[in-house]
């Protein structure tokens, strides 16, 4: 079946970098999209980015334009997302997610979520 | 606008109808997709394509458009549906992905 498998927690101090993996096995890796959204604690959901593993494509969200990178190993069908310059306000759980291909552009399946910490 | 309204907290008596609603300009253009989220769990799609069901969603959930509203029925509310629900569209250049802001589900 389809899986995501994510890299673990992590705590960070303000001005780090975090790279967070998300492990993809169960489906031809390259035919789908990856997004990347996050939640910081009792907040929604809020959409980063995505990225094409066939292409290499990436489109971000203008919030984050400059502070992150998306990319893709497909040896290892694995996807990463770092973010730079972290902020206490990037506190949040990081997932991955992968889209759906068909007539539909939908989220069909999830990492388990990473959760960042950052904290002086 | 690329946003995404919804109420942030709706309750609803076990057995009852509820519809939790989801506004905004890209619901003209295209469809919506709505997301269940449990505690600690990460989302899990329940309507995608305006108002298809993915296969373990139960039948009592359902979803329509109609212009720039969309919206999310629960027929008969279960407590497992107790839960968050997010919709999800794409923004006005088709490319970015847009949520809107939840909406808190009690089940009484």
């Known amino acids: 079946q389809v899986q995501l498998v994510q890299s673990g927690a992590e705590v960070k101090k303000p001005g780090a970098s975090v790279k967070v993996s998300c492990k993809t096995s169960?489906?031809?890796?390259?035919?789908?999209?990856i997004h990347w959204v996050r939640q910081a604690s009792g907040q929604g959901l809020e959409w980063m980015g995505w990225i094409n593993p066939n292409s290499g494509n990436t489109d971000y969200a203008q919030k984050f334009q400059g502070r992150v990178s998306m990319t893709t190993d497909t040896s290892i069908r694995t996807a990463y997302m770092e973010l730079s310059s972290l902020r206490p306000e990037d506190s949040a759980v990081y997932y991955c997610?992968?889209?759906?291909?068909?007539?539909?552009?939908?989220?069909?399946?999830w990492g388990q979520g990473t959760l960042v910490i950052v904290s002086s | 606008s690329s946003e995404l309204t919804q109420d942030p907290a709706l309750s609803v008596a076990l057995g009852q109808t509820v519809r939790i609603t989801c506004q905004g300009d890209?619901?003209?253009?295209?469809?919506v997709n709505w997301y269940q989220q449990k505690p600690g769990q990460a989302p899990v799609v329940v309507i995608f394509?305006?108002?298809n069901r993915p296969s373990g969603i139960p039948h009592r959930i359902s979803g329509s458009t109609s212009g720039n509203t969309a919206s999310l029925t629960i027929t008969g509310a279960q407590a497992e549906d107790e839960a968050d629900y997010y919709c999800?569209?794409?923004?006005?250049?088709?490319?970015?992905?847009?949520f809107g802001g939840g909406t808190k589900l009690t089940v009484l």
């Open positions: 169960g489906y031809t890796f390259p035919s789908h999209d």
């Open positions: 394509g305006r108002n």
């Open positions: 890209a619901l003209r253009n295209y469809y």
């Open positions: 997610s992968r889209v759906a291909v068909g007539p539909f552009y939908y989220i069909d399946s």
């Open positions: 999800n569209s794409r923004d006005s250049t088709g490319n970015h992905l847009i």
